[in-house]
């Protein structure tokens, strides 16, 4: 409906050109172009509607779900929709499906792993979806631990063939997106034996249901694991339980990019490294970090455009009461998860230059920077996916009471979100990867290996143990030089301060262990680093728009002043900075808030997003926030009658006791 807008007279406040920075925020016109097509032809496709998915059953809820991927599906083929459009159509259903798993980590898995005839094989049936494939590593007693793994794939020469069985309650297959109930194929990670040796865990393809009628095939017991967190929400998947019973599937059947089995059951290595095996998790993970910005900048929508409908106080002689927005608290809370979306956008884009730049490499047999990018997609998986999952819940507690009902859009969005913490990956785990990268990083200085990309500053670690912080008034601290300096010296120094209090310890592992969670800040405080330093890249890039960049400039240093608040800690103890200069940063912090908040609304339009997407009475584009409101508590189903179900057997009968017992 065309309606009033309540929200016009904050867009008319507007100081940047909004179109262009949408075109920003999509990373080029083209990308923006087809975005927002897509969302618009999911949007206007009533098969797509979402209204009341969060009040479904469990069943009804999954054949939903199975339903609306079956019409995207037949979407993509009527209008012969390139991949990249069919992702962003995918994107727009909003419902987490097997097909997530399919597109997302069951092909990426033969591209990365398998040979070019195994490609030529499995490929064309997958793209086709002739076949559905999920991604089948963790098991009930091992996530983290991959090497932990039990499954076994045993070669059998006799057969030519692999024996793949679950030889224990902890080695079924748990978690698997995909898998429950709807999965024909799965990449099942296993323990390699062959001639009675055991060679590491590997990816083997496996039929587990027949493409005729679906069951499952003799031998293989598969189910799906049970209801998780939040109505709606991550229950649209059907994660399940696996486990085989001597299942036998062809020796052409591994991924043997890494390590090929031979018809004797020898095993010869190729020439690339065996982290390779990990290299879904690490393309996944990548994927991860651009979805991080997409999801914080849906709540940040959300509260934004609430925040300037709500008013509460301040009203003077009958006037208008204020609007929240305009509290400083509020302005302190909400803003720098404004500028974590932009952030988080920008280091994703680099994140995928980074992935794509690996590839190449790796295609060329140089396989000299996958630690660096193990490590960076790692620690930008954990970072931004802990940063986000907070800020949708700072962002419920933005919108008051209103941000807890279901209609605010924020708590499934919340449910939804909260495994990105754990999924790819348990967050404090991937930290510690990145620990071990830094600490090797930080031992070879002294043989003179200089470090490069991301860790190329620990390559300056004498005068950034040095360096004094060159701030005198609030306005320096708008210098890129000087924020980057400060967040160089904090990492170098956090990391200089554990790898000497490791060389401590006799044993390193024993040193690493009883270090670990000081080891897990010098994580972060790097990470930290990599998102402010391609933030300040990305505002020296030629940036179309009237005002574009200025805004862009302001929410970097909202984004790394308030980081440097919140960590103030690591600032002084390293002696980074001093209280003085951190009091600057506080006061130049709030001179930025208020520069944003005219802005507010339209850097949240810039993200284009549809009604249909953000889902939320809250954040609707045009702020008609309480007639919606109090539209939408109607259709609840308790409202269906005015009396409810249940009155007659234990209200009325409760009633009449009282009754009784008052007269006796
Ligand atoms: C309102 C409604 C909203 C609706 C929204 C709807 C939107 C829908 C969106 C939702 C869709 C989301 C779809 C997502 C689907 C979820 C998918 C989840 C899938 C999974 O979880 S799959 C399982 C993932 N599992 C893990 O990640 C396990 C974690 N463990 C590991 O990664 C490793 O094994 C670990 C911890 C690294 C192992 O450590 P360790 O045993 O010490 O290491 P190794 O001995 O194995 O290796 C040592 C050596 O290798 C290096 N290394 C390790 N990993 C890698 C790697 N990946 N790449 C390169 N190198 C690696 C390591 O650094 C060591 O190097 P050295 O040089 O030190 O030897
Ligand atoms: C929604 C969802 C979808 C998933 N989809 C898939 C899928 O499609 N395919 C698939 O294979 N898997 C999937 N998983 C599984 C997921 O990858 C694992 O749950 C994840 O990797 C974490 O492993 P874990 O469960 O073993 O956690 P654990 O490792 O048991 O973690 C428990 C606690 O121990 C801590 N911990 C563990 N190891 C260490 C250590 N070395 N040092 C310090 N602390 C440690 C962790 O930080 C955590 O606090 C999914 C999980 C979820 C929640």
Known sequence: MKGVDHLAHERNKTEFDVDAMKIVWAGSRHAFELSDRMARLVASDPAFQKDGRI??????LFKNTLRKAAHAWKRILELHLTEEEAGWLR?????????????????????????DEQQQKWLPLAYKMQIIGSYAQTELGHGSNVQGLETTATFDPETDEFVIHSPTLTSSKWWPGGLGKVSTHAIVYARLITNGQEHGVHGFIVQLRSLDDHMPIPGITIGDIGMKFGNGAYNTMDNGVLTFDHIRIPRNQMLMRVLQVTREGKCVKSNVPRQLIYGTMVFVRQTIVADASTALARAVCIATRYSAVRRQFGSQDGGMETQVIDYKTQQSRLFPLLASAYAFRFVGEWLKWLYTDVTQR???NDFSILPEAHACTAGLKSLTTTATADAIEECRKL??????????????LFAVYVPACTYEGDNVVLLLQVARFLMKTV????????????????????DLLQCCCDVQTAEDWLKPSVV?????????????????????????EDGFAELSADLVEASVAHCQLIVVSKFIDKLQQDIPGKGVNRQLQNLCYIYALNLLHKYLGDFLSTGCITP?????????????????????IALVDAFNYTDHYLGS?????????????YEEAWKDPLNDSVVPDGYHEYIHPMLKQQLRNARL
């Open 484 to 508: 980057l300096e400060a967040f160089e010296a904090r990492s170098a120094r956090m990391c200089v301060a554990r790898a000497q209090n490791l060389s401590k310890f006799e044993n390193p």
């Open 55 to 60: 009040r479904l059953g469990r069943k009804e």
């Open 443 to 462: 031992s070879q200085l002294g043989s003179g290996k200089k470090p490069v990309g991301t860790t190329a500053y620990l390559g300056r670690v004498q």
């Open 399 to 412: 919108c008051g009471g209103h941000g807890y009902l279901c209609a605010s859009g924020l708590p499934e």
């Open 580 to 600: 003085k200069q951190a009091s600057l940063a506080n006061d130049q912090l709030r001179s930025l808030y208020s520069q944003i908040r005219p802005n507010a």
């Open 362 to 364: 790796l295609q060329a």
């Open 617 to 629: 009475v809250l954040g609707r584009y045009d702020g008609n926030v309480y007639p919606k409101l």
């Open 91 to 115: 994107n727009f259903v909003d419902e987490p499906s097997f097909t997530d798993l399919h597109w997302g980590m069951f092909v990426p898995a033969i591209k990365g792993q398998g040979t």
